[in-house]
């Protein structure tokens, strides 16, 4: 079988690092192995698998996909700690139907063990856990590349009371502890960016769980795009952050969404992936709160 490679260097340029950099800019958080997988790396995949003449597209994703209902969807792959399934909410039914992933009862070490005894020289490669490319530079730096310096503003408290100067909201994630600047006499994070009036609010880590968010951009997977309504799952707010249970109401392209117990640090830009069991229902994009 001939080897062939795809150079998607462009697509990557436009529609990932660009969305990454704006994102960052309006004080969001991206996530942009979500957005290569739909727009970059599978879509050009099955690109070049018709021009093939190839039925299907195989990845080493710790994933699965199944089929019910004339509704294609992933599944949480049988390794808990390298399953991929919260980064392929986003893939469409065109896509999910030319998929196979041949590792999703595989775990990892076996599969590491595997390529050491044929020989393979990938088999004790690093483990990526950054941005892919950012390997030598940090997200607030390629932003600053991208778009030029953004305005300084203020950082306030919970209350509003203004506390110091921020370096520009790109500098800045939900959460984020470190390199604040900020001398308070405890630990502070930050709990809110508003691009509009350019301020970072700073806070306790109490003030970074809620207990409601909004979702928008809907991709439906197992659940047909057609069930508005009230529902039960489980969601992701970070691929590392345990599933929590909600109570979810659908209409159109928007879920409000009410955890039974507060969730922490659910930044606007990132993805919510809601799970019925292993399967993927829908995945979407936490928006921000208005705040008066």
């Known amino acids: 079988m001939p080897f062939s490679v795809l150079d998607l260097r462009d697509e990557f340029d436009k529609k990932v690092k660009t969305y990454f950099a704006d994102e960052y ?11 290569c997988n739909r727009n970059v790396k599978f879509a050009g995949l099955v690109s070049e ?3 093939l003449g190839c039925d299907f597209v195989a990845t080493g994703h710790y994933a699965g996909i199944r089929n019910e209902n004339g509704r294609y969807f992933v599944v949480r792959g049988l390794d808990p700690k390298k399953d991929q399934s919260y980064m392929l909410w986003s893939l469409s039914q ?3 139907k030319r998929i196979i992933f041949p590792l999703e009862k595989r775990m990892k070490t076996d599969v590491r063990k595997d390529a050491r005894d044929a020989g393979l ?13 950012l390997p030598d530079e940090e997200a607030t730096d390629f932003v600053h590349r991208m778009k030029g310096n953004l305005p300084e503003g203020d950082f306030v408290d919970v209350s509003g009371k203004v506390i110091g100067r921020h370096k520009g909201i790109a500098s800045y994630t939900i959460g984020q502890r470190r390199g604040l600047g900020i001398s308070a006499g405890k630990r502070i994070f930050v709990t809110d960016i508003d691009p509009v009036k350019n301020v970072v609010t700073v806070g306790d880590d ?4 809620k207990s409601d968010i909004t979702v928008r951009g809907l991709n439906f997977q197992k659940l047909a795009p057609t069930e508005n309504g009230e529902f039960r799952f489980d969601v992701k707010v970070r691929y590392a952050a345990p599933a929590a249970g909600a109570f979810v109401k659908i209409e159109g392209d928007t879920a409000k969404v009410h955890f039974d117990t507060p969730v922490r640090a659910a930044a606007p830009g990132q993805s919510a992936v809601f799970y019925d069991g292993d399967a993927i229902a829908f995945g979407g994009v936490i928006e921000r709160e208005m705040r008066q």
Do not use: H, K, M
């Open 206 to 209: 109490a003030d970074l769980y």
């Open 121 to 133: 020289s990938s088999a004790d490669i690093a483990e990526s856990e950054d941005v892919c490319f």
């Open 49 to 51: 698998a018709d021009s």
């Open 25 to 35: 800019a309006c004080g969001r958080t991206p996530n942009p192995c979500v957005v």
């Open 94 to 96: 065109d896509q999910l």
